[in-house]
């Protein structure tokens, strides 16, 4: 029984270690192949291949949108809800990002930039709206306000 | 060079606040090798400089890097003065150092460099780019930095755009004070700290292991804990990225080891260490918590099934274990009550814990349960890790059930219940996230299987390995 026991035992830790290092060159040529491809490349330039279309559209809002702003951001898309705003969140910063409400956080039609809540507004100092909703809705694009009203319009398609 | 002269600064200032903590708490007790000095100093320095750099904001304190420089100096002179007083000691050990070693130690070894090589490449050559390190941690980092308080504005408006803005703030802290030292972000170099977390936790667990066994025993099962795919792999929580898993996981394993070292050998030193480390676990992560509580109860169980003579006594001194990390951070409980939380943000309430919200969750139970065994069974997240502890446990299934081994074993069982239910009880309809998300979930439970079989392995005489 024992010697079962041992056979049984050492027979895991071979299969392990094969697999391991299966694994680890694996993995060792993945690193490989990243450093070929992203050698010579800026921290920007990295995460755009890598973060892709999310990052070119904060790229986009970020040249339009000056760093002291505060931004609302509206949206529907909820199969991406609780992900796509919060990349934009961490791409725009310093840029203030804010929801409409937080109980729900993305309404299904684009409301009127000028049925906002105005002390909503002005309470955070909200000088920009990003409109990011499908295309049937023709919306996309960020617009700067003035008092709460909308004075300026930037599409982003 | 201005930037990485002080970023080196900070990491050196990390380790020897560590060091002197270790020293002035605990004297020479954790200093018997480098590798366990190294993994300890790590640690304590890490969480130390956390809920310090948190308490100096919470008294009004700005956060940057010239006030950390000054928080420093108090360390400096204490760290000489115990420097030169051990000097003598801790150099005749690094001379009697065998390099004479068989042809498996090297191969462990190569495996453990080739693993770090890989997640060090990673962390520092590849931007931020996984989901957590960004939404949660990073934008919290960012605006830490930004702001230089912990009172900004951003965390207080629940309609600001935030995820878990009421989770604790050590991992977006010490990601702070890298910003600082690089006067810039640098979605590259603040990951510095996460590979050194990875590397603190191979080397405790190594140490930890040489309380008991021999060093080839320990190597061979902390080069099985090194090349574990969830951990090279570029997925969420590995040690790459700047997820607060391989912290929690760092604090979580010190914790657990050191009180399993309590019950057997009962050593106060062990028990501060096991609160210190899971006060720091608490600071880390919401998570922290739960495992404190579970941690806990799996002590009172042990004792009470198996230790039922001492129970008393150790239930007197294990009430350090849940008084000091309440009083410890008594600031950060009361900070975090001032949020106003958005209602995503209430993911585990215990108002959740009723009838008939568990019963219109039940048909997730079987999905749950498949969703860990495919997992489990999954080479490409743990290789055969799962298979390997289930097959030790059976082998020596009487050796299993005895005091103290069994408080590992009951640990990990009350570890997974609770990640059962959460899942279970989770109110939200994107719960489903959690069944492709158990690798990361399990993480903090890693060390724990591995050490149950390491111990196993050594009870019940599998192998002797010897270098």
């Known amino acids: ?157 | 060079m201005n930037s990485l002269l002080k970023c080196f600064y900070l990491i050196s200032i990390i380790f020897i606040a560590g060091d002197v903590i270790t020293t002035i708490l605990f004297k020479d007790k954790f200093k018997s090798s480098l590798p366990l000095r190294f993994s300890i100093a790590y640690g304590l320095g890490t969480g130390t400089w956390g809920l310090l750099i948190f308490s100096f904001s919470y008294l009004g304190g700005s956060i940057n890097f010239r006030n950390l420089f000054i928080l420093s100096l108090a360390f400096m002179p204490l760290f000489i003065f115990y420097s030169i007083k051990n000097f003598k000691t801790s150099t005749l050990k690094l001379l009697r150092y065998n390099f004479s070693k068989g042809i498996l130690y090297y191969f462990f070894l190569l495996l453990i460099i080739i693993s770090l090589s890989i997640i060090t490449f990673r962390a520092l050559y590849l931007p931020m780019h996984l989901t957590d390190d960004r939404t949660q941690w990073g934008i919290k980092a960012k605006i830490l930095y930004h702001e230089g308080t912990i009172y900004a504005h951003d965390f207080f408006d629940p309609t600001r755009v935030m995820y878990h803005a009421s989770y604790p703030f050590l991992v977006p802290l010490i990601e702070s004070l890298f910003y600082g030292a690089l006067g810039k972000i640098d979605d590259c170099l603040v990951k510095i700290p996460f590979p050194l977390f990875f590397i603190a936790l191979l080397l405790f667990f190594y140490a930890s292991q040489r309380r008991f066994s021999t060093n080839g025993h320990a190597l061979m099962f902390t080069a099985m804990l090194a090349v574990l795919p969830i951990f090279i792999r570029d997925t969420n929580g590995n040690p790459s990225s700047g997820f607060a898993d391989v912290p929690l996981t760092l604090y979580y394993t010190i914790s657990f080891t050191s009180l399993f070292f309590w019950m057997r050998e009962r050593k106060i030193e062990d028990l501060l260490m096991a609160t210190m480390c899971i006060t720091f676990s608490i600071f880390t992560k919401k998570e922290g918590i739960i495992l404190w509580v579970i941690v806990t109860l799996a002590i009172l169980f042990t004792l009470f099934l198996f230790d039922w003579k001492e129970m008393r006594n150790k239930v007197l001194f294990g009430g350090i274990f849940v008084v000091l990390p309440l009083i410890l951070l008594i600031p950060w409980f009361h900070f975090s009550s001032t949020f106003t939380l958005g209602p995503w943000e209430r993911d585990f309430d215990p108002s959740y814990l009723t009838y008939n919200h568990i019963h219109s969750h039940l048909y997730r139970i079987p999905l749950i349960v498949k969703s860990f065994l495919r997992m489990s069974l999954d080479f490409k997240s743990f290789n055969i890790i799962w298979i390997i502890f289930f097959v030790t446990i059976a082998l020596s299934f009487k050796d299993t059930f005895y005091f103290p081994q069994a408080f590992l074993l009951i640990l990990l069982i009350f570890n997974l219940c609770a990640l059962f239910v959460a899942i279970l009880i989770y109110p939200w309809p994107w719960w489903s996230n959690f069944l492709y998300d158990m690798p990361r979930l399990l993480m903090v439970n890693i060390p724990l299987v591995m050490y149950t079989i390491s111990y196993q392995f050594h009870k019940s005489k599998f192998l002797k390995l010897s270098f």
């Not at chain 1, 050492?10 to 060792?28: G, K, N």
């Open chain 1, 1 to 157: 029984m024992k010697v079962i026991k041992y056979i049984l035992m050492i027979m895991c830790l071979v299969i392990f270690f094969i697999l391991a290092v299966y694994s680890i060159l694996l993995e060792a040529k993945i690193s490989y192949k990243i450093f070929r491809k992203y050698y010579g490349l800026s921290n920007n330039q990295k995460t755009g291949c890598i973060v892709g279309e999310l990052y070119r559209y904060a790229i986009k809002c970020n040249n339009i949108i000056p760093e002291d702003s505060s931004i609302l951001f509206l949206s529907n898309f909820s199969s991406n809800q609780y992900s796509f705003d919060l990349f934009l969140n961490y791409y725009l910063y310093p840029r203030k990002l804010f929801w409409l409400n937080n109980i729900d956080p993305y309404p299904e039609v684009p409301p009127k930039i000028e049925d906002l809540d105005h002390t909503f507004l002005s309470k955070r100092n909200i000088d920009w709206v990003i409109l990011r909703y499908p295309r049937e809705y023709g919306v996309n694009k960020v617009v700067k306000l003035s008092n709460g009203k909308p004075i300026q319009s930037f599409r982003l398609d």
